[in-house]
């Protein structure tokens, strides 16, 4: 389906061209989509195209979406459930968006959007999430948590992960520039495409997450996440089962929504997925939040600082960029070295020794850092400055 061009959009250097924007999937809003909106919202005149569109209507409104242009994976029914499965078949849904009418091409990509399909007389600049992690680092997990780890559908799996790998290399080479979410990131573009890439940090919304009047705080910890393996939701629980007198409050659903039911003990409290408000609410309120994913950038954890709250983060990937371990002069958190259990419950214990040195200032202070009107500042420069290079 070819998409006339909406009224042009304006960018750096007086510039005035037409801006396609291409997302993976729009199905639950998360980072990638909160930094969707923020792009829409610097270029408003940009049109947006998806392989399927199943947003609610709730997070489509505060996201600020419009029209979606979309595959024909959009019209199979219940697609919304398990869009994930169809992962072969996106390269073909991503060559029935046609974007060829467009000066630029704006990609935000975790998975496959970076593959669309551009030709010689367009810059495509993908802002990347992360490099496809079903094809390259988080393999095995994406083949556990679809049952597919073992057997002839296994081997099968495998092989059809080995063209993804190979289809998204390939394609990586069409990318004009690379944008990276992280250094964290930026290296693992390097790795696995062999590109150098610009860091931009996403945005976090620091002016609605902030610090309460009242600085009075409950004795309890908090964690939120979309309930996925990666995030270790069951880990950080499981650890709590081990400190009974610790209270623990786990907000937000998914798939692994029963795997963490079942390991919960009495002073663990699930509240499942939570209005904006009522998430800020619960963050401003805890004693720390808790995070033991390892994460390519992670906004939960920037949004906890931004209300004054301190983090206790594995020490790895984005966290390290986001966070203050206790070897700072100002710190904003503490981190362990393990995903298990006793590194969990070992840094809880440190938190607790050393709680006095972390103040909600230095907190807020820090996750300042990563703002809204920066993201969007220094993506403006980057587009200017990018689109000027490439057409001279």
């Avoid at 994406?142 to 002839?152: I, N, P």
């Avoid at 940090?201 to 609605?208: C, F, L, N, Q």
């Avoid at 963490?260 to 002073?267: F, G, S």
Wanted: with cysteine; proline share 5%.
């Amino acid at each position: 389906m070819t998409v006339a061009p909406s009224v042009q959009s304006t960018v750096p250097h007086g510039r005035v061209r037409t801006i396609a924007v291409v997302h993976d999937w729009l199905v639950t809003a998360g980072g990638g989509e909160q930094v969707l909106a923020e792009v829409l919202r610097e270029f408003p005149n940009a049109d947006l195209f998806s392989s399927i569109d199943k947003m609610s209507t709730a997070d489509r409104d505060r996201l600020g979406l419009k029209t979606v242009h979309t595959s024909p994976l959009q019209s199979l029914p219940g697609v919304g459930r398990y869009y994930r499965s169809l992962l072969p078949l996106m390269p073909w849904a991503l060559r029935r968006l046609d974007v060829s009418a467009y000066d630029l091409v704006i990609s935000i990509s975790h998975a496959v959007a970076k593959g669309i399909v551009t030709h010689a007389g367009q810059t495509h600049i993908c802002l990347c999430l992360s490099p496809m992690r079903y094809a390259w680092d988080l393999r095995e997990q994406y083949l556990d948590e679809s049952g597919l780890s073992r057997g002839v559908k296994g081997w099968l799996a495998r092989r059809m992960l080995d063209r993804m790998q190979r289809w998204d290399l390939a394609n990586s080479t069409n990318v004009t520039v690379f944008i990276a979410i992280s250094e964290y990131v930026a290296d693992r573009i390097q790795r696995a495409y062999g590109r150098r890439s610009t860091v931009i940090y996403p945005p976090v919304d620091t002016g609605y997450f902030a610090p309460p009047d009242n600085e009075k705080r409950g004795d309890h910890y908090v964690t939120a996440s979309r309930f996925v393996q990666y995030k270790r939701l069951d880990l950080i629980v499981r650890a709590f089962a081990g400190m009974p007198e610790k209270k623990l409050t786990v907000i937000g659903d998914g798939p692994d929504l029963e795997k963490v039911r079942r390991v919960a003990t009495p002073n663990v409290t699930l509240l499942g997925r939570l209005p904006r408000d009522v998430l800020r609410a619960e963050l401003r309120r805890a004693r720390a939040f808790v995070f033991a994913a390892d994460e390519d950038f992670g906004i939960a954890p920037v949004e906890a600082q931004a209300c004054g709250t301190p983090v206790i983060a594995y020490g790895k990937g984005g966290a390290l960029e986001t966070i203050r371990g206790l070897e700072d002069a100002t710190p904003t958190g503490v981190f362990f070295a393990e995903q298990t259990e006793a590194g969990i419950q070992s840094a809880v214990a440190q938190f607790e020794q050393n709680a006095g040195r972390i103040t909600a200032a230095a907190c807020r202070e820090n996750a300042e850092r990563f703002g809204v009107a920066r993201f969007r500042s220094e993506l403006r420069q980057f587009v200017g400055a990018t689109t000027e290079k490439w057409e001279r």
